[in-house]
Structures are given as C-alpha cells and as structure tokens.
C-alpha cells in the first residue's frame, strides 16, 4: 500500500524506492535473540515504535490521504504490540527474573529493523529532526508506556541479576532524558540560526 501510495503521486523517485526495497529484502534483518522472552520483549518495543512512528509520518504528511493510510497501518501494528506486550506481561509472572533481565537487555540494545537500509542515519537524523521519531519520543512514548504496563519498576520477588539490570535499565532512562534534552536544545538553537539567516534548512 505505502509502495503504491508513493508510486502514484511520485513522491519520490520509484526506481531508487524500488532499489531501496530490494536492498533491503535481499540482505534481510536478523534480530539475534538467545531466546523467546528476548525475542518479545524486543518486539513489545519495536511494534509500539513502528506504530508510534507511521503515524507521526502520517501527520506530518500534511496529506489527508497519506495521513489515512499510515493510521491504518499503525493500527495493525498496535494490535501486533498488545499481543507481544501481553505474553510478556504473562512472562513476568511466571518467570519474572529472566523476563526483566530480558526487557533490560532489548532496552539497553534497542535497534529499529530499518538500521540496515542504506543511508539509515542520515535518514534517521532527518526523521528525529522532523519530530516524527527521536529520543524523547523513544523515551517517553514508546518505553516508558510498556514499562507502566508491565509495572516493571514495581515487580518484587526478583533476583539479585534481575534488581541489577532493572537498575541499569534506570540509568539507561536518564540517558535518554538527558539525551533528548541536548537534542531539543541544539535543534531550538539550529532553528533560531535558521530564523537569522533568511530560512535556511538545519542541519541534522
């Protein structure tokens, strides 16, 4: 749908979508993960930004047609993220330290699939820049929300690994706000200087 969305109204030049895409499908993406609870908890994570990103995108499209087919396919991709978020949720009370020790790792090490596409940080630089995905949205809508849900910070019964790695997970969250604060703050200033000098785009 997005493919043909973008073929129609030549948004961008199809030969180099269509050469991205293959790039992309021919090298695939494999998410190394020891083991199942790893492996949702990294999903948990990646749907809810998938979903939270298309639909930024959609908005930002500032076309009411584009705008409807990325809330569709953000709706999909909800669905895909309650269900993930749900079995971990039932992970955690059955197996609570190697599901927290899990989340812990998939948060400390999160990668979005699209990190092997060619000209990815270039890309992504322009996407956070545009507001549609970027550290403070990372933080405070996409971990912090499945975090809540879970009630990761209030789980007891844990072991001394899993208090450990729930503690660095902690940590890793004041990272990322003080991340997204530096972020915030060179872009305001890029867009100040951008005001001066006549309209100028900023840099990532």
Do not use: C
């Not at 009630?151 to 690994?161: H, R």
């Not at 972020?183 to 990532?204: F, I, K, M, Y």
């Amino acid at each position: 749908m997005l493919r043909d969305y973008l073929t129609v109204t030549r948004n961008l030049d199809p030969t180099a979508l269509e050469r991205g895409r293959m790039t992309q499908l021919q090298q695939g993406y494999d998410h190394d993960t020891p083991d199942v609870l790893h492996g949702l908890a990294y999903v948990a994570f990646q749907e809810l930004a998938t979903r939270v990103s298309h639909r930024n995108t959609g908005k930002y499209s500032n076309d009411p047609v584009a705008d409807q087919i990325m809330a569709r396919v953000a709706a999909d991709e909800n669905l895909h993220m309650v269900f993930y978020r749900d079995m971990l949720a039932a992970s955690l009370d059955l197996a609570p330290s190697r599901a927290v020790l899990a989340i812990a790792d998939e948060i400390l090490n999160f990668k979005m699939p699209g990190a092997g596409i060619p000209g990815f940080a270039r890309k992504a630089a322009r996407i956070a820049q545009a507001g549609i995905y970027n550290m403070r949205i990372h933080r405070d809508e996409v971990v912090l929300p499945i975090l809540k849900f879970w009630k990761f910070f209030e789980l007891t019964g844990l072991d001394a690994e899993a208090e450990q790695a729930r503690e660095r997970v902690r940590v890793h969250l004041d990272e990322l706000e003080a991340s997204a604060r530096q972020l915030e703050a060179r872009l305001a200033r890029s867009r100040a200087n951008q005001a001066v000098d006549g309209g100028q785009a900023p840099e990532a």
